[in-house]
């Protein structure tokens, strides 16, 4: 399994939201390019950045950061926040950016970014879904910063990517659980991974410590998100490599 500590970017600040919610933020470093070389110094090979400002209005502002980051720390960056044209993920992969993220577009237009598979290869695109489980228990797919409903339920969407292209890595977030440190969502990973084995999943949303990473290796992921258990300092990151 991969580690990926996470680092959101607003107004050129490491943040952290609260399930999405832009009013209700926390700041941390005003270096982000010095947050991602701890990263390093601790271990990490690979680390996961989000642009919040591209992600709300489209504006990438952060790409220099971004290029910064892969090209100064040695790490493999994914990253990802506001990817709406092919030319984005052309500039982000030009940056550097070694797998890029692409959210509401892939729940609006998957035909389109299945497009993009084919194109750039199944290792250079993750497809973000970031779920949310209705009155009945279904997963369904909000977008537009989790206010609209898409009218997508996540399996579903994910059997027309298998349909349309070879996906390989699909990050998936319980939007309940996102920065609550609330622990991941265990039982929707397992049978994400039972029925889709050949797909690398990577848990966001909810981890705390060391045995909420081993609880997603062992529910099938491929990877996990860590952001506000680090930042907050709840668990260092050396522990969470050995696990």
Do not use: N
Request: aromatic residues 4%.
């Amino acid at each position: 399994m991969i580690v990926y500590p996470a680092i959101d970017l607003r107004d050129g600040r490491v943040v952290r939201l609260r399930q999405g919610d832009y009013a209700a933020e926390t700041r941390y470093a005003d270096d982000p390019l010095d947050v991602a070389r701890r990263h390093r110094e601790a271990g990490a090979t690979w680390i996961h950045v989000v642009d919040l400002d591209a992600a709300r209005d489209g504006a990438m502002r952060h790409r220099g950061t971004i290029a910064a980051i892969a090209r100064d720390t040695g790490l493999s960056v994914q990253a990802g926040g506001g990817v709406r044209a092919e030319s984005d993920v052309e500039a982000l992969l030009a940056a550097g950016v070694a797998r890029v993220v692409i959210g509401s577009l892939a729940v609006r237009e998957p035909e389109r970014v299945a497009g993009w598979v084919g194109r750039f290869g199944a290792e250079r695109i993750c497809v973000a879904l970031d779920t949310r489980a209705d009155a009945e228990g279904r997963w369904r797919l909000p977008v537009a910063g989790w206010t609209e409903d898409s009218g997508v339920e996540l399996d579903a969407l994910i059997a027309r990517y298998a349909g349309l292209a070879a996906i390989r890595h699909v990050l998936v977030t319980d939007i309940a659980r996102d920065g609550m440190l609330s622990g991941p969502s265990v039982p929707l990973y397992r049978a994400l991974a039972a029925r889709w084995p050949a797909l690398a999943i990577q848990a966001s949303g909810g981890i705390r410590d060391v045995s909420d990473v081993v609880a997603a290796r062992e529910a099938g992921c491929a990877g996990a998100i860590v952001g506000k258990a680090l930042l907050d300092g709840h668990v260092g990151l050396e522990e969470l490599l050995r696990c």
